[in-house]
Structure formats: structure tokens, C-alpha cells
């Protein structure tokens, strides 16, 4: 079965150090994976994705992610946390059986708590 | 910018009462999407609709229903609200297209509590 497992409920971090929100998947073929980001009592926004090509992706806000396929991972990371980065954030991988539908199977979510 | 537009942002309603959730888009998506969200348990899809007037269940249909009569428009529809039913439910939408990378928009969200 296709799943992305976020093992981390929430994530502290004080505020100019560099941050890490886990993400592993489980897809049989090429994944395509995704992060959002929920601020409270907002919908999700997009931060950014993989699809093919450079393993690191960089996206909204400073963000950046790291595709590897050896671990099946697609951590999020920045170099230097702010305490405006304080959200809950979403890892996604496309349903590759969704076809041109483009269904997304979500993670849990982490909650990521910066400490000024 | 795409923009998906929840009309409800905050809604209580009475246990057993007929609730209806609306969402538009004006991107011209053939693809629309309610999820479901609650704390631990991430997105969970109740329906997704890929053009006018077609529905498809998601992984937690029971107890809902969809209605999409415009391609603009995609409303979640509870027949009768129970209090496992309170919840935060997000709608979104994206391109119909094969080689489509998938990325989903979301409008802000209805945050439905039932008494």
C-alpha cells in the first residue's frame, strides 16, 4: 500500500537554528512528494515538491527539501528557523494509481514549535 | 493566483440537522477534493470529483454526500450531522492532466462543530 509516515508529532527548535521535519514514503515506482504548510485556522499552502531531477528542491520561504531515494525519505529542512516558521507542517505523495485524477495520500502532520 | 473559496468558515450546527459545506474555484480545475482533518490523524479523503456532475468515494464517504452541478463548484453535503461529524474540512482542487504534478490548492477551510 502507498503511505508517507511523519514520525514526529511536533518539533522544537529555537529560533536561527537549523531545522529538520522527517518524512518517509512507501510507493511502488517513482514517487512525487510534497510539503505543505497549515498556519492555525488556514488552509494548507504549498511549499514545494519533487518530481524528477536534483535530489535537494528548494521552495517557499526559505525551505528546502531533500529527495532520497535509498531511504525513501523527503525531509524538510532550513537553515535558520524564525519563530513565524511555527506551524503544522504536511508531507504528501501523489497516488500513483490516481492517474490524471492527482490524488495525494498526507502524512500526519508536524506541529514545529520555534522558541524565540 | 488560484483561488478556492470556502463560504462557511465556522459553523455550529444541531445533531441531525442537513449540513451543507460549499466550495468554488476559479481556476478553471477539473479536479475538486474534500478532505477531512483531525489532530493525529492527518488528511483523510471523503470525496473528489473529476468533472462536472462525476463523484468518486474517498477513503471516509460514509455519512456524506457531494454534489457538483458546476465545474466551479464542489459542495460537501452532511444528511444528517452527528457529533462525530465535527471536524475541519478542507476542499481543494487541481488540473485534470495526465503528465500533472499533482500540486493541490486549498481554500481555508470550514471548521464544522455539530451539538
Known amino acids: 500500500a502507498q503511505s508517507v509516515a511523519q514520525p514526529e508529532d511536533q518539533v522544537n527548535v529555537a529560533e536561527g537554528n537549523p531545522l529538520t521535519v522527517k518524512c518517509t514514503y512507501s510507493v511502488s515506482g517513482n514517487p512525487y512528494l510534497f510539503w505543505y504548510v497549515q498556519y492555525p485556522n488556514r488552509g494548507l499552502q504549498f511549499l514545494l515538491k519533487y518530481i524528477t531531477g536534483d535530489n535537494l528542491v528548494k521552495g517557499s520561504y526559505g525551505f528546502e527539501a531533500e529527495f532520497n531515494k535509498s531511504q525513501t525519505s523527503f525531509h524538510l529542512k532550513k537553515p535558520s528557523a524564525l519563530v513565524s516558521d511555527s506551524a503544522l507542517y504536511f508531507c504528501?505523495?501523489?497516488?500513483?494509481?490516481?492517474?490524471?485524477?492527482?490524488?495525494?495520500?498526507f502524512g500526519t502532520g508536524t506541529l514545529l514549535a520555534v522558541q524565540p | 493566483d488560484v483561488k478556492v473559496t470556502q463560504s462557511s468558515r465556522y459553523l455550529v450546527k444541531r445533531t441531525g440537522e442537513k449540513v451543507f459545506l460549499e466550495c468554488v474555484q476559479d481556476?478553471?480545475?477539473?479536479?475538486m477534493f474534500w478532505y477531512r482533518q483531525d489532530p493525529g490523524l492527518g488528511l483523510r479523503l471523503i470525496y473528489f470529483?473529476?468533472?462536472?456532475?462525476?463523484?468518486e468515494k474517498g477513503d471516509i464517504p460514509e455519512g456524506y454526500s457531494v454534489s457538483r452541478e458546476k465545474k466551479e463548484r464542489f459542495s460537501l453535503i452532511l444528511e444528517s450531522a452527528s457529533t462525530n461529524q465535527t471536524s475541519m474540512y478542507l476542499c481543494a482542487s487541481t488540473l485534470r492532466l495526465a503528465g500533472a504534478t499533482g500540486e493541490l490548492f486549498f481554500g481555508e477551510g470550514s471548521r464544522l462543530t455539530v451539538l
Open positions: 481556476m478553471d480545475h477539473e479536479n
Open positions: 470529483s473529476y468533472d462536472v456532475k462525476m463523484k
Open positions: 504528501a505523495v501523489r497516488d500513483l494509481r490516481s492517474g490524471a485524477t492527482n490524488k495525494l495520500i
